[in-house]
């Protein structure tokens, strides 16, 4: 019997439980492409998978991890070789299909980007699904016509995964940014970043105004809820908003006065499901928009067994920018 190494849910008297095991490869689930997996990372959505606080899996035994960089070992699927190098964000791995913490993962081919040249697979997982979907949001935002001349950007939950890229390619986009966060002891880390101002996550706390002073010209919100609702009363006249996450709480105590009375458009950020065309061009623009060595900066390393410690706090808060796992 062949097996390899993944962090396995299972699902036992209505809990679930997070294991390092030896899966047998006969147990991959169908696709038309085999990939050695190389790296994959710590999402906010693999913490609620991991610790099961959330029902994020819908099918046991689950391999966890909801995306990947690696090597192609076989394929009937046209576009991909033995050997070509590979990244999979979404669509449903880690949740419905066989995720990314395995040495191996059976796909469909029409799921996988190349990895950018430019890129190593330790690098595009350093970005990771948080670093793509930052991507998307900052795509959103400029497609919306947002320019630097338009005025500041705000970031929430600056110093978490999304949050930390979406401050350093905003920034190397020509962007003021201020980064939105309740570890004002990450102030350097933010700078560092490219921030140009560091606002207390307390002064969003509270019910919203209906319309409050008009600060920002753009956000990218990691956050949702009260966080997000006072975002959009101090959003400018024409500016736009990129809702990405629920850190702080799925819902949204909004009025209509932002949209109807400022022309406030709320963009929705979905990575998962994202049509195959915009991964691609976001993957490529993370070539350049994106600072090796502030990827570098906000990124640290972990193997499988440190995937439970790590999804513990993720969900607390308490992690700084991004998480790598080596898988192998
Ligand atoms: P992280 O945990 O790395 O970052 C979240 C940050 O939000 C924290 O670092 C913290 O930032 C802030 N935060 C945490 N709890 C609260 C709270 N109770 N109230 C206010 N702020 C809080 O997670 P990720 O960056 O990986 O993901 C961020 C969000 O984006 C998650 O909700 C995730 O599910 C979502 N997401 C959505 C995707 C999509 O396709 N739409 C894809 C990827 C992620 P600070 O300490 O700086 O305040």
Not at 175 to 183: E, K, M, Q
Not at 197 to 220: N, Y
Not at 225 to 246: D, I, K, Q
Request: proline content about 4%; charged content about 20%; overall charge neutral.
């Amino acid at each position: 019997m062949a097996t390899f190494k993944a962090m396995v849910i299972e699902k036992s008297d209505g809990a679930t439980r997070a294991a390092l095991t030896d899966f047998d490869e006969a147990n991959l689930m169908d696709g038309d492409v085999t990939v050695r997996v190389e790296y994959s990372t710590l999402n906010y959505k693999d913490g609620l998978a991991i610790t099961g606080k959330s029902p994020v899996v819908r099918r046991f035994p689950m391999i966890a991890g909801i995306d990947f960089a690696g090597t192609v070992e076989t394929s009937s699927h046209a576009a991909w070789k033995p050997g070509d190098q590979v990244i999979l964000n979404g669509w449903g791995c880690g949740e419905t299909h066989l995720g990314g913490y395995g040495e191996k993962a059976r796909v469909k081919g029409d799921w996988l980007v190349p990895l950018p040249a430019s890129m190593s697979a330790r690098e595009a997982m350093a970005i990771g699904t948080a670093g793509y979907t930052a991507m998307l949001a900052v795509m959103a935002l400029e497609g919306h016509g947002l320019t630097p001349e338009r005025g500041p950007v705000a970031v929430t939950g600056a110093a978490g995964g999304v949050g930390s890229v979406a401050v350093a390619i905003l920034a190397k986009r020509g962007f003021s940014v201020s980064a939105i966060t309740g570890r004002p002891g990450e102030a350097d880390y933010l700078k560092g970043l490219g921030a140009a101002e560091i606002v207390e996550r307390k002064e969003f706390a509270g019910p919203p105004k209906v319309l409050a002073k008009e600060r920002w010209a753009g956000a990218v919100d990691c956050v949702g809820s009260t966080t997000l609702a006072n975002l959009l009363s101090m959003t400018r006249y024409g500016g736009a908003v990129a809702a990405c996450g629920l850190a702080g709480g799925m819902d949204l105590p909004t009025s209509v006065a932002p949209f109807i009375l400022r022309g406030v458009c709320l963009y929705g950020i979905d990575s998962v499901m994202c049509p195959i065309a915009r991964r691609r061009e976001a993957w490529k623009r993370l070539e350049n928009d994106l600072d090796h060595q502030k990827l570098a900066s906000m990124t640290h390393e972990i193997d499988l067994s440190g995937v439970p410690a790590a999804a513990a706090s993720i969900l607390d808060g308490k992690v700084r920018g991004r998480i790598v796992v080596k898988i192998g």
